[in-house]
């Protein structure tokens, strides 16, 4: 048994998380994202790009307040605030102004360290590497008025927790005072 568990690494667990839609990579949805020009892309250019409002995973739709709120605005009035170009027209159509969030991912976890270590619950250490990105559009009837994407190309984080009596960790002392009166 222990021979053949001398390459037991492979049988610890792994996964991984994806809402990435039509984008493989982060420069791919960069690139994508960069194709829009406010005040000149509409609805149907979007479509081409492969972005479908009613199709497109993890696109949220926001409503002319959610919009407020992404700029952290409060009221109705926008003397003072400087906005980009286009929003304080576009917000003061209400609902004829639309925007659209969009979040993608691809995140991959594996569990790496001693087998034995971590199937005993002495060490677990999960690598997650992978990409996220964001983006917010916002539109006026079918016109695009403002872009805005960010996000991150590389993410490379590293878990790890320890617990020094392995499986015995999580016991409490109750039960290990009926277990021996017993």
Request: with cysteine; proline share 4%; hydrophobic share 35%.
């Amino acid at each position: 048994f222990l021979a053949l568990c001398s390459g037991c690494r492979t049988l610890l667990p792994s996964g991984h998380e994806s809402s990435n839609g039509n984008w493989k990579t982060y420069s791919h949805a960069e690139e994508t994202f960069k194709k829009i020009i406010p005040n000149k892309t509409t609805t149907f250019d979007l479509t081409k790009l492969g972005i479908h409002f009613n199709k497109t995973p993890n696109l949220r739709t926001l409503t002319y307040l959610d919009v407020m709120e992404r700029f952290k605005l409060d009221s109705t009035v926008f003397n003072g605030i400087k906005l980009p170009p286009g929003m304080k027209e576009a917000l003061e159509k209400h609902e004829k102004c639309k925007g659209y969030e969009l979040t993608v991912e691809f995140i991959k976890a594996e569990r790496v360290g001693g087998f034995w270590k971590d199937i005993l619950g002495f060490e677990q250490t999960t690598q997650r590497a992978g990409w996220a990105f964001q983006a917010l559009i916002v539109m006026v009837d079918d016109t695009v008025v403002y872009v805005l994407h960010s996000g991150s190309p590389k993410i490379n984080k590293r878990e790890s927790s320890k617990q020094p009596l392995g499986p015995l960790q999580g016991i409490d002392a109750g039960t290990l005072i009926d277990l021996t009166a017993d």
